[in-house]
């Protein structure tokens, strides 16, 4: 029986190296026999978590109304989350880290609809050289594994990409793609 995944992008450039990566990854998810769903943060308006402790009061994760209300449903369904991200400043991008920000949401005491997610992949890529970069994104994304007590099953980080569609020059989507067929 085929899982239900939710990909969570955060790239604002539409067809882009990251966006590649996320689509290669669904490919093999979807050849795998599972169901995917694919969410464009930068698509959105989500703001970041404002400690508002509000969470929960008008029956939504986030009190405060934008498009992660249109995200939660996925997010709520899924039992697997891909985070897919260009590497922004050593982190994720502030789109991608908005909508994980709400998050804090499903960890709170009176949390309505638990998350049913057992485990998550990053797939990150950048346009500086070498894994150096990454260490950044790459201990965050471990941290919030570890604190959701999620399975980490996967990390795929690609340097030297910066022209959209650079990476089509790169084994990084046929690994992306095998990511997915066998998750």
């Known amino acids: 029986m085929g899982k239900n995944i939710l990909v969570l992008t955060g790239s604002p450039r539409q067809g882009g190296n990251s ?3 996320a689509d290669a990854f669904i490919k093999g998810a979807r050849a795998g026999g599972h169901t995917v769903a694919k969410f464009a943060t930068a698509a959105k308006k ?4 404002r400690a ?3 969470c929960w009061s008008k029956n939504t994760a986030c009190s405060i109304q934008d498009d992660f209300a249109e995200l939660e449903p996925l997010l709520e369904s899924a039992a697997t989350l891909v985070l ?3 590497l922004y400043w050593f982190g994720v991008s502030s789109h991608l880290k908005a909508a994980i920000d709400k998050f804090y949401a499903y960890t709170r005491p009176g949390c309505k609809r638990p998350l049913k997610i057992k485990e998550s992949l990053l797939l990150i890529c950048g346009a500086d050289e070498g894994l150096g970069v990454f260490t950044g994104a790459i201990e965050t994304y471990k941290g919030i594994v570890d604190y959701m ?3 980490d099953k996967g990390i795929l980080a690609v340097p030297s990409v910066s022209a959209k ?3 089509v020059h790169t084994e990084a989507l046929k690994q992306a793609e095998k990511l997915g067929a066998e998750i």
């Not at 989500?46 to 978590?49: A, E």
Request: with cysteine.
């Open 19 to 21: 966006d590649m990566l």
């Open 46 to 49: 989500i703001g970041g978590c």
């Open 52 to 54: 508002c402790e509000a």
């Open 149 to 151: 007590k999620w399975q």
């Open 165 to 167: 569609g650079a990476i």
């Open 84 to 86: 897919a991200s260009p």
